[in-house]
């Protein structure tokens, strides 16, 4: 005899949180922080260059504003984004007494936001936390959407949780100490978006590229708030990445193959840029993207430095290996978003990946390989 029992888990109400876009919003960190912690701890978490630059400022003020805060640090750099850290980090939380009440606050660049959030997700079955991004990349691209984790030895983000902020704060005067190719690497993302769901913006960016990457205000702010509302929209339609959510991994696949391949020597947008150029071509070749599309895509990457150099260093056959364990494909295929226009890409009832040959993958990356840019 069988007996079977169902469980019905009602419905959790819709979350929403606040992207706050300014300057000052660091250095006036108490008029901000009492609408998130009430428990009056919070744990500041942050990397060893971000901890020197911002860490202590942000400690020193909120203790002065009575709260009790215990900063940890760990080594920069993607190469410290796995359990290891992880469980390290945790060990120190649970020394000074953190709680699930304790407030947790991500103070840094994408590898600082996704392991804090992570840790965030897991730590006692979940506490609060937010994302106080510090580098470009961080603000248009990891900050929002609520997609946190670590990586494996078998590749990039494939252990981890969806677990939302409570705030994100981006104080834009953090950028000004940035070098202009991090500025750059983040800017990607942006493009990213604009590429596949707003022509209007990705031309806003061609003819005003020198002032964004100068961060001239009116420009900068201009483009990280619409870069991050359309990322809200897709994450608002499609949180878990079921569908909608894939049109964000445009240029991706290849990208965190050339990261693992490259053991992460290669910065993160830097590979998406290359990846996006890798698979408009997919798409071109594909008969969905026109050519004259194709080459003003290439032409603006081009503007932005895009470095295809590293593909000499590996063959076609390594680069679709590593592409083979994403953890978006489906059936063991290989699926990519594949542009249709300046701001469009294929969608079908919100499916917007598609299975591609890797013939057809291995024949983008020649062409990219040995033609000129621009």
């Not at 660091?26 to 971000?50: M, P, R, T």
């Not at 993160?268 to 890798?278: E, N, P, S, T």
């Not at 150099?309 to 953890?327: C, F, H, P, V």
Request: hydrophobic letters at 45%; glycine letters at 8%.
């Amino acid at each position: 005899m069988i007996s079977s029992i169902n469980v019905t888990i009602p419905p959790k109400p819709a979350k929403s949180y606040p992207i706050v876009i300014s300057s000052g919003l660091l250095k006036n960190a108490q008029e901000w922080i009492a609408e998130y912690c009430h428990s009056g701890k919070v744990v500041i978490i942050s990397d060893d260059i971000i901890a020197k630059m911002y860490g202590e400022l942000l400690c020193d003020n909120l203790q002065a504003s009575g709260y009790r805060v215990e900063l940890i640090i760990f080594p920069s750099g993607e190469n410290s984004k796995n359990i290891a850290t992880k469980t390290a980090i945790e060990e120190k939380m649970f020394a000074f007494g953190c709680d699930r009440h304790t407030l947790c606050i991500a103070l840094g660049g994408g590898v600082v936001g996704d392991m804090s959030g992570f840790i965030a997700a897991t730590y006692m079955r979940g506490m609060d936390f937010i994302q106080v991004p510090t580098s470009m990349l961080a603000m248009i691209d990891s900050s929002v959407g609520g997609k946190v984790a670590v990586n494996s030895s078998y590749g990039k983000n494939n252990i981890g949780a969806f677990w939302q902020p409570k705030a994100v704060i981006m104080d834009i005067d953090l950028l000004k100490s940035l070098p202009e190719d991090q500025i750059i690497n983040g800017f990607f993302e942006a493009v990213k978006i604009f590429l596949t769901c707003d022509s209007e913006y990705f031309e806003f960016c061609e003819s005003h590229l020198d002032l964004i990457l100068a961060l001239e205000e009116k420009s900068l702010i201009k483009v990280l708030q619409k870069a991050v509302a359309l990322k809200a929209m897709v994450v608002e339609i499609d949180e878990e990445e079921r569908n909608l959510r894939m049109i964000l991994n445009y240029g991706h696949t290849i990208a965190h193959a050339l990261e693992k391949l490259s053991k992460y020597a290669i910065m993160h947008g830097f590979a998406v840029g290359l990846g996006m150029l890798i698979e408009a071509k997919v798409a071109n070749f594909l008969g969905l993207l026109a050519d004259t599309d194709f080459i003003q895509v290439s032409k603006f990457l081009s503007r932005l430095g895009i470095d295809k150099t590293i593909l000499e260093s590996y063959d076609n056959q390594s680069i679709i290996a590593a592409m083979r364990g994403d953890k978006k494909n489906l059936n063991q295929e290989t699926v990519l978003v594949l542009l249709t226009g300046i701001g469009s890409v294929k969608n079908i009832d919100n499916k917007v990946a598609f299975p591609v040959a890797e013939s057809v993958i291995a024949e983008a990356l020649d062409y990219v390989r040995t033609s000129s840019l621009g």
